[in-house]
């Protein structure tokens, strides 16, 4: 497995594995036609400006098996007031899951953050059904601060939770 920031070409890809997350992950959050019809562009838009223009604290890196992308990590360095970097984005393919790739690429993109603001903490929103990436994130530390929502790019309104890691000292990435 290799781990390194992603360039610009990565960006299909990236694409490809949100697309495909969001449509397993998603199906009850998500408009049906939204998954199918509107997202592969718009996520290709996204990924394709967000990689060509990046923010200057933002921080994305890609998981590679056999040179093939695998999952990815959007990061941004002390994007949140309350409780310091953002994690705005970790998917990893289906087949790859529970192999490590989702920690490996947390781990990177944390330590990353770390060295951009060393005192703060890290946060992201978890869809409040999707309690597999719950497990996950509470396995690396996380607790759950508190509800909130996500207003979709589909119109849908979303109920999430606010995972957050105090502290760097929080996160529990050894082992």
């Known amino acids: 497995m290799n781990i390194r920031e992603a360039a610009i070409g990565d960006a299909p890809k990236i694409a490809y594995i949100h697309t495909t997350s969001?449509?397993?992950?998603?199906?009850?959050?998500?408009?049906e036609q939204y998954l199918e019809d509107i997202v592969p562009r718009?996520?290709?838009?996204?990924?394709?400006?967000?990689?060509?223009?990046?923010?200057?604290?933002?921080?994305?890196?890609?998981?590679?098996?056999?040179?093939e992308i695998v999952g990815f990590a959007c990061f941004y360095a002390d994007e949140n007031p309350d409780w310091g970097s953002?994690?705005?984005?970790?998917?990893?393919?289906?087949?790859?899951?529970?192999?490590g790739v989702g920690k490996s690429l947390f781990v990177k993109g944390a330590n990353w953050c770390f060295q951009q603001e060393s005192v703060g903490g890290l946060c992201l929103l978890v869809n409040q059904d999707n309690t597999k990436a719950q497990a996950f994130y509470k396995r690396l530390g996380a607790y759950n601060a508190e509800a909130s929502i996500w207003n979709a790019p589909d119109g849908s309104?979303?109920?999430?939770?606010?995972?957050?890691?105090?502290?760097?000292?929080?996160?529990?990435?050894?082992?």
Do not use: M
């Open 22 to 31: 969001w449509r397993e992950t998603y199906l009850n959050a998500l408009t």
């Open 42 to 67: 718009e996520r290709e838009d996204v990924w394709t400006d967000r990689l060509a223009n990046p923010k200057k604290n933002q921080y994305v890196v890609v998981a590679e098996s056999d040179s």
């Open 86 to 99: 953002y994690l705005d984005n970790l998917h990893v393919l289906k087949e790859f899951q529970s192999k």
């Open 157 to 175: 309104v979303v109920p999430t939770y606010w995972f957050v890691w105090n502290n760097f000292s929080d996160l529990e990435i050894n082992g």
